[in-house]
């Protein structure tokens, strides 16, 4: 068990729907990561925020947002879903800052969207 | 774009060195980083290298980096089954992950 606490496990929904996905980090982490993991796009980078500020932008569409909230939890808002979105979303925090910091990765959450 | 290559699929037996080899294209690459991903898991890093360097050296892990050919590479000295994972190069443009790149990744398989 890293620590990290990703919700729901799984998440079937219609194109055109939006969801959020939840993240909580271990206990005393500061910074949280999301990735998306798909079959056409392989493993990409979304966003990075450190203690409630965006720290980091990877290739994350318009159509999504994320925030991280003052109790450090972060969500990650999906809208518009295309076919295309569905993937396995990993968050992952560590203490500092830097992608150099050992992360700890939650068990992601997997989004079919049909 | 940034791009990452990595060959796809590496086939070893067990007590021989695994070589992992990855390229890229951005000539700024600050950080490159060699990730592991076991099955069902997340991600794990490995080890790192800043691009001033040219080898990086810990434990059974080997990094090489050749900048003039964007050209890196991760060595595993006495790779073990446990060692079965798929293995992702990427780099950024800074520590905080600005620019984050992933190659495709290389799935290492450890035959006994």
Redesign the interface.
């Known amino acids: 068990d890293?620590g990290v606490t990703q919700t729901p496990k799984h998440l079937i929904t219609a194109t055109g729907q939006r969801v959020t996905l939840r993240c909580s980090p271990r206990s005393g982490d500061l910074s949280v990561?999301w990735?998306q993991q798909s079959l056409d796009q392989?493993?990409?980078?979304l966003i990075?925020y450190?203690n409630g500020e965006e720290?980091?932008?990877?290739n994350i569409l318009e159509r999504f947002s994320a925030q991280q909230f003052p109790d450090l939890h972060s969500e990650l808002n999906l809208s518009s879903l295309e076919l295309g979105d569905s993937a396995l979303y990993?968050c992952?925090s560590s203490v500092e800052?830097?992608?150099?910091a050992?992360?700890f990765?939650?068990?992601?959450t997997r989004l079919t969207v049909v | 774009g940034e791009d990452v290559e990595q060959s796809l699929f590496l086939s070893v037996r067990e007590g021989d060195s695994s070589v992992i080899n990855c390229t890229y294209t951005d000539s700024s690459s600050t950080?490159l980083?060699w990730y592991k991903q076991e099955p069902g898991?997340?991600?794990?890093?490995l080890t790192?290298i800043f691009s001033n360097m040219d080898m990086k050296q810990d434990q059974r892990l080997t990094v090489l980096l050749n900048k003039k050919d964007k050209h890196l590479s991760l060595r595993i000295a006495d790779t073990q089954t446990g060692d079965s994972a798929i293995y992702?190069c990427?780099e950024?443009g800074?520590?905080?992950?600005?620019?984050?790149?992933?190659?495709?990744?290389t799935r290492l398989s450890v035959l006994p």
Do not use: I
Request: avoid cysteine; hydrophobic fraction near 35%; proline fraction near 2%.
């Open positions: 890293s990561y990735y392989g493993l990409q980078f990075h450190y720290r980091a932008k990877g990993f992952a800052a830097t992608a150099t050992e992360a990765f939650g068990q992601g | 950080y980083y898991a997340g991600l794990q890093l790192y992702f990427a950024s800074d520590n905080y992950g600005q620019n984050f790149v992933f190659g495709p990744g």
